[in-house]
């Protein structure tokens, strides 16, 4: 086992931290909600349809939704009771989207085959290698996606083109979002899963070259990662520095490999795949205790929270419940925004579920919601510096202002990973990211 301090060479912020409230804080488990709101649509794909009918009865862990497109994941009841609608249901990413409305009849009885009781303990099972044929299935059956937040089906990213040679998993455990602690948390505790999850997806790849990579403000994670692969020659931590956003899957490649990921490809390029250390939990979770993505560990906290928590909550938890529970400052002009600081999404509906992607969840206090007041841009450049992909941020932004579509492709904007780094760091606090994203929607018409 080797180590390293690697980051990556272009662009880059270092906004607070904000990690120490839940740094400490070991998992909750939050109670299964009454009733669930379980979208069709919360990985990135084609969305699912119902398998089920309404006035059903369901159980937890059932697949209740699928799809037969390529890029998809199955949906599964996160907890037992009977589907009372299928209808539209307001979605932490936005617009209204179809879902299954399941109301709870408090047995939480699980499908067969899942031993319930086994998913507190790290690695309560050994994984069978010797059907290693079985296991990308396993992991599409299951509904694994990548619990990053960027939720591209993780049996799609196993699955590389035969022209593609991969050579190198990296692992992702970075968690550069301020705020969040939910990978870090899970890194401490469930070390010898991930790293199963991990070996799984090796043997799916057929990999030699394995990187756990880690920002070394988690010196804990890092111990427990590395106790967790002693005896593995193959697997390399990688101990990186702390800078925004060192987690994004080409910055992480950089870092670890040198490499470049070219504009508009994929990391399977340069021969590499990256996962999340919660995506490798999950596979692991499928893979050895046939238990389907049904919920997931995610870090709520903020200034407008009175009791900071790391939780494994059910899909189909509305924030309400958890913020409720964890004592959310429910005022006037307060913000509830899903993931951290520099790439979620506010919410104006706090009845939204707890999706595949929920990261985590962050009260804001009105005294610390910064209005931005957009400013005329005094060419400054302190944007153009910071963009982790090369790309000039306000001349992007001015494209799309300018409604000047031909520039904006010309100059990258399908490239902007929409990390905020440039907003973060402009002085006339121009909304730069909101024009990129705006822009690319008028793109995708
Ligand atoms: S949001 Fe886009 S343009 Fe801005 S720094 Fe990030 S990648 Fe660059
Ligand atoms: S950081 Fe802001 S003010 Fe400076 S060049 Fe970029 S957009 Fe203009």
């Not at 989207?97 to 099972?125: N, Q």
């Not at 990999?207 to 692969?229: C, F, G, L, T």
């Amino acid at each position: 086992m080797k180590s390293l301090l690697k980051t990556f060479k272009m662009g880059g912020v270092h906004p607070l931290e904000n990690k120490e409230r839940t740094a400490g804080l070991p998992i909750e488990r939050f109670a299964a909600p009454k009733k669930a709101a379980i979208p069709l649509s919360m990985h990135l794909g084609a969305p699912c349809e119902p398998i089920v009918k309404k006035g059903e009865s369901v159980r937890t862990g059932q697949k209740i939704a699928d799809s037969d497109k390529a890029v998809s994941a199955p949906i599964h009841a996160s907890i037992t009771g009977t589907v009372k609608a299928i209808e539209h249901f307001n979605h932490p990413l936005g617009p209204r989207v179809r879902s299954i409305i399941i109301e709870g009849d408090g047995t939480d009885t699980w499908i067969e085959g899942v031993e319930p009781s086994l998913f507190d303990k790290d690695a309560p099972c050994e994984v069978d290698f010797s059907k290693s044929a079985e296991f990308l299935s396993k992991i599409r059956e299951a509904g694994i996606v990548g619990m990053g937040g960027a939720t591209f089906p993780t049996h799609i990213k196993l699955s590389p083109p035969p022209d593609k040679k991969i050579d190198t998993l990296i692992l992702n455990g970075a968690e550069c979002e301020p705020y969040l602690t939910a990978d870090h948390v899970l890194m401490l505790e469930r070390p010898r899963s991930i790293l199963l999850g991990m070996r799984i997806m090796q043997e799916i790849l057929k990999v030699q070259n394995v990187i756990i990579s880690i920002e070394n403000n988690k010196p804990d994670a890092v111990e427990a990662m590395r106790k967790a692969a002693e005896g593995y020659a193959d697997v390399t931590i990688a101990v990186c520095q702390t800078r925004y956003p060192e987690g994004g899957e080409k910055q992480l490649i950089n870092a670890v490999l040198g490499r470049e990921v070219p504009s508009g490809k994929l990391p399977m390029e340069v021969g590499s795949v990256v996962q999340n250390v919660g995506t490798a939990f999950a596979v692991y979770e499928a893979v050895a205790l046939h238990k389907p993505l049904i919920e997931r560990v995610l870090t709520v906290t903020g200034p407008a929270i009175r009791h900071p928590k790391n939780l494994l909550a059910r899909i189909g938890t509305p924030f309400k419940d958890i913020l409720n529970y964890c004592g959310y400052e429910d005022q006037e002009n307060n913000k509830v925004i899903m993931g951290g600081p520099m790439m979620g999404k506010a919410q104006k509906y706090l009845d939204v579920p707890v999706v595949k992607g929920t990261s985590g969840i962050l009260g804001i206090t009105a005294a610390e919601v910064v209005v931005m007041e957009h400013r005329p841009c005094i060419r400054c450049g302190q944007c153009v510096q910071a963009c982790p992909m090369g790309l000039n941020p306000t001349l992007l932004a001015a494209s799309v202002e300018n409604e000047d579509m031909d520039d904006l492709l010309k100059n990258g904007l399908m490239d902007c990973m929409e990390c905020g780094a440039c907003a973060f760091i402009c002085p006339s606090q121009r909304q730069l990211v909101h024009w990129i994203a705006v822009g690319k929607m008028r793109v995708k018409r």
